[in-house]
């Protein structure tokens, strides 16, 4: 690693940091970065930049609970079936797919996530009112992409959260609940198939608690369009790189 790379990895972690507190999608930025920039094969930078997330998601549930808005109690309904759709999807990508065809895979699915991330869901109420059956299937089918790809499924979470009844705020405080969860129990996959570069992960790791706990203070503030620009030009060019069309 050199300055350059150290820097501009550290740098889009803060970026990246701000935007998953916020709406999600961050990731697409920055394990975009560890390949292109850092030189990593698609795999190792997805298990690296889960290192990131896990300190993102805490630096973020802390910052949410210092403006007086806890996702905890809300998230518990759907902890259960993220994290078993987590841990299937993990297994699946980590041990089925080889670093060709995640870097392809990845780059289509920036697409449709970065219309998602154009569209945030409007505001509700405070409590999640889906059925339990639906509740438990969606959030399973999230968990397994979470598991598998990581990167945008803040985005879905938030617009899935929406549709069952929370408004924007606390959506994003459950949010970053469950994605600290979901991560911490989809890490240790990537970690045994030797498919984390430490040196990476420290970095990315700092920069996405800083930019986690700002992130949050600043959505509770109503600072989220500040950023969707920045994320829309960063997800446009990165997505041309990796599925190369320059």
């Known amino acids: 690693m050199d300055i350059g790379q150290i ?10 940091g701000v935007v998953n507190a916020m709406a999600g999608g961050g990731s697409l930025l920055t394990v975009s970065l560890l390949t292109v920039v850092g030189d990593l094969g698609g795999l190792v930078a997805n298990g690296t930049n889960r290192i990131g997330v896990v300190t993102q998601n805490v630096a973020s549930v802390a910052g949410y609970r210092s403006e007086g808005v806890s996702g905890l109690r809300r998230s518990v309904p759907i902890l259960i079936p993220a994290v078993i ?14 670093d060709t065809a995640f870097e392809r895979i990845f780059g289509i699915l920036m697409v449709p996530l970065l219309i998602l991330s154009l569209r945030p869901p409007k505001a509700r109420s405070e409590n999640i009112t889906w059925p339990t059956w639906l509740t438990v299937t969606v959030f399973f089918l999230i968990g397994a992409y979470g598991g598998a790809f990581q990167a945008g499924v803040g985005l879905i979470l938030v617009l899935a959260l929406s549709h ?3 408004d924007l705020v606390n959506a994003n405080a459950v949010k970053v609940v469950v994605i600290a969860v979901l991560t911490v129990v989809a890490v240790p996959v990537f970690i ?19 930019g986690g706990w700002l992130g949050a203070r600043w959505a509770v503030r109503g600072g989220e369009r500040l950023i969707r620009p920045v994320l829309v030009v960063a997800v446009l060019g990165l997505a041309g790189r990796m599925l190369g069309l320059y």
């Open 85 to 98: 759709g987590s841990v299937i999807g993990a297994y699946a990508v980590s041990s089925l797919l080889s």
């Open 164 to 166: 069952a009844g929370l």
């Open 192 to 210: 045994l198939n030797d498919q984390v570069h430490w040196g990476f992960a420290v970095i990315v790791a700092a920069g996405f608690a800083v």
């Open 7 to 16: 820097a501009l990895i550290a740098a889009a972690g803060v970026v990246a």
